[in-house]
């Protein structure tokens, strides 16, 4: 298998497995706009707003987005459509780092600290560990091939 970003990401993420979903209590970037659209999303499912804030304030799939951030990007379907489909979770993959102005390639993250320090940074929120992460992470995958 070709070794991509993406593929990195997945892996550091969550063992590229796209049924993980993590909740985050210190999540707080949720908006109106954000939980009218998870609403009409999962229509005729009603819950209750601390459930849906939940949801919201969980990061699914293999690359951990989170659900907030999913909506507020333009995504409109089931949160269990998102969490079985892979196809779905590259799509947004791609839109998230593309709107974050990190949608670099795995070279320009493996020889080019700055960039891969921004990139950590602006997915993950911790560029030291985060940055050390993918690099160690990379290193045990390719040892598997």
């Not at 609403?39 to 601390?50: F, I, L, N, Q």
């Not at 949160?79 to 892979?86: I, P």
Request: hydrophobic content about 35%; proline content about 2%; aromatic content about 14%.
């Amino acid at each position: 298998m070709i070794m991509t970003l993406s593929r990195l990401v997945a892996q550091v993420e969550s063992a590229n497995c796209k049924f993980v979903m993590r909740y985050e209590p210190s999540w707080n970037y949720v908006t109106r706009a954000i939980i009218d659209r998870f609403h009409d999303a999962h229509r005729p499912v009603r819950m209750s707003p601390g459930t849906a804030l939940v949801l919201l304030s969980t990061s699914w799939g293999k690359y951990q987005i989170m659900g907030s951030v999913l909506y507020e990007m333009g995504y409109a379907g089931h949160l269990t459509e998102f969490a079985d489909s892979e196809y779905l979770q590259d799509q947004y993959y791609d839109v998230y780092v593309k709107r974050r102005n990190i949608d670099y390639t795995l070279a320009e993250i493996l020889n080019d600290k700055e960039k891969r320090e921004h990139f950590a940074h602006r997915y993950n929120g911790d560029k030291k560990v985060y940055s050390q992460r993918l690099l160690n992470v990379y290193t045990e995958m390719m040892k598997g091939n």
